[in-house]
Nanobody, 127 residues
Framework: QVQPVESGGGLVQAGGSMRISCAVS????????MAWFRQAPGKAREFVAG????????QYLGSVKGRFAISRDNAKKTMYLQMNSLKPEDTAVYYC????????????????????WGQGTQVTVSS
């Protein structure tokens, strides 16, 4: 059974940095397109960043572009999200998602495309 597990969330001041991780057990990590989504209170879940199987292709939500960086280590079966210049509006529960794909350069942007989800990690940015 494929199980993503997030870690590394917490409280940070505005302007600070944080890195969250997603370790995946089960399945073949290198065959999955991976992504981060987030959901703030009272808001719909939104795509934050995605990365293809080979790391050749990445996509970002416009409001995080230039501040966040997604990466993965297939040998460690782990994905990362480095978040810099954090803003209070980045406060949300961040979810890791995985989906098996055939193409090395595929990034999936919608949550309905992903079949495997972590439990989420809270990121809170204080002003």
């Amino acid at each position: 059974q494929v199980q993503p597990v997030e870690s590394g969330g917490g409280l940070v001041q505005a302007g600070g940095s944080m890195r969250i991780s997603c370790a995946v057990s089960g399945g073949i990590f290198g065959s999955y397109t991976m992504a981060w989504f987030r959901q703030a209170p009272g808001k719909a879940r939104e795509f934050v960043a995605g990365i293809s199987r080979s790391s050749n292709t990445v996509q970002y939500l416009g409001s995080v572009k230039g501040r966040f960086a997604i990466s993965r280590d297939n040998a460690k079966k782990t994905m990362y999200l480095q978040m810099n210049s954090l803003k209070p509006e980045d406060t949300a529960v961040y979810y890791c998602a995985a989906a098996p794909t055939l193409g090395d350069n595929t990034v999936l942007l919608t949550d309905s495309s992903y079949g495997y989800w972590g439990q989420g990690t809270q990121v809170t940015v204080s002003s």
